[in-house]
């Protein structure tokens, strides 16, 4: 069940169209203050931050942030020749992937956060 029954998120949003192919829909309060409060700080004191490598103009250099990459197991993501590869989902981070799943009706096999 939606934990919108809970009061913990909202399906409110609103839907800008970016061209003619093209829109994004925004949910700007998707989980109340205090439930997005609570996640973030503890994605980001669980979370295995990690400044990795990448190649810009043919040149390798450490990413200007802490980067990490959450996936389904074995999923490969590369970019910038740093090449991720998924290793399965944290509860935090699976719980918001199945709420936005449920919301939005597509299915999320990855997230890099930053």
């Not at 829909?25 to 700080?41: D, I, Q, T």
């Not at 669980?46 to 400044?51: A, G, K, P, S, V």
């Not at 290793?87 to 936005?100: E, P």
Request: hydrophobic letters at 35%; one cysteine or more.
């Amino acid at each position: 069940m939606l934990n919108a029954l809970r009061g913990e998120m909202t399906t409110d949003f609103r839907t800008i169209r970016l061209d003619a192919k093209s829109r994004l829909v925004l949910y700007p309060n998707f989980f109340n203050e205090r439930k997005a409060m609570s996640l973030y700080k503890k994605i980001e004191s669980t979370t295995h931050w990690q400044q990795g490598e990448i190649k810009i103009f043919g040149k390798k250099v450490k990413e200007p942030r802490l980067t990490y990459f959450e996936a389904d197991e074995g999923l490969k993501y590369k970019y910038s020749s740093r090449l991720n590869i998924g290793c399965g989902w944290t509860k935090s981070l699976q719980k918001i992937r199945k709420d936005i799943q449920l919301v939005s009706g597509f299915d999320f096999n990855s997230v890099l956060l930053n």
